[in-house]
């Protein structure tokens, strides 16, 4: 499980570092954050709660929309990378599995995590990619209002959708399940 979830996540960070470093921002290859070694995207605190509670988190990529010749767009398309990578990652996954049946417990699980991490980070609240997605969507205005709103309430909202327990779920899990169910339904044989 561990493996599994740091890789994900490596792959996560790793893209939106790509991404930005392509549309131009320096600041993720200056903070050693252009790679795949998962030692440059793990946050300590969010490892040691992987262990604890099987829920952690990566090290945020630090770019400077500054830098970019579109900011909103290109802080938008950042934002997408992370998600985008997770869901390619499961859709390649979702290709092996039928050709390595004695890996297929472990891929499943990679295939099942990368989805929900990808639809868990599209969740427009702070500090989720989502947020970002849904502020730079909607008019400058407005996403001045939202974004001092949402980065003040977000990480409280997430942490009670985390904790909100209905019939005997998670809220966050009801909300991520049918995305979830729907594509395994749609790419695993």
């Known amino acids: 499980f561990l493996a599994i979830i740091v890789a994900a996540i490596t792959v996560h960070e790793f893209a939106h570092a790509l991404v930005a470093d392509r549309l131009g921002d320096p ?20 490892t040691i709660m992987l262990f604890l509670v099987r829920f952690g988190w990566g090290k945020p990529v630090p770019i400077d929309p500054y830098n970019f010749s579109h900011p909103r767009r290109d802080e938008t398309l950042v934002s997408l990378a992370g998600p985008f990578s997770n869901l390619l990652l499961a859709f390649v996954i979702s290709r092996l599995i039928p050709f390595l049946p004695n890996f297929a417990p472990f891929l ?12 868990f980070n599209l969740l427009p609240v702070p500090p989720l990619d989502g947020s970002k997605i849904f502020l730079n969507l909607i008019p400058v205005d407005k996403s001045i209002e939202w974004r001092q709103a949402l980065n003040q309430y977000g990480p409280i909202l997430l942490i009670a959708l985390a904790l909100l327990p209905i019939g005997g779920a998670n809220l966050i899990g009801l909300i991520l399940q049918p995305p979830v169910v729907f594509l395994s339904r749609l790419l695993l044989p």
């Open 27 to 46: 600041t993720p290859r200056a903070s050693g954050r252009l790679s795949l070694n998962p030692l440059a995207h793990l946050d300590p605190l969010g």
């Open 108 to 119: 499943y699980e990679f295939f099942l995590i990368n989805l929900y991490i990808a639809f």
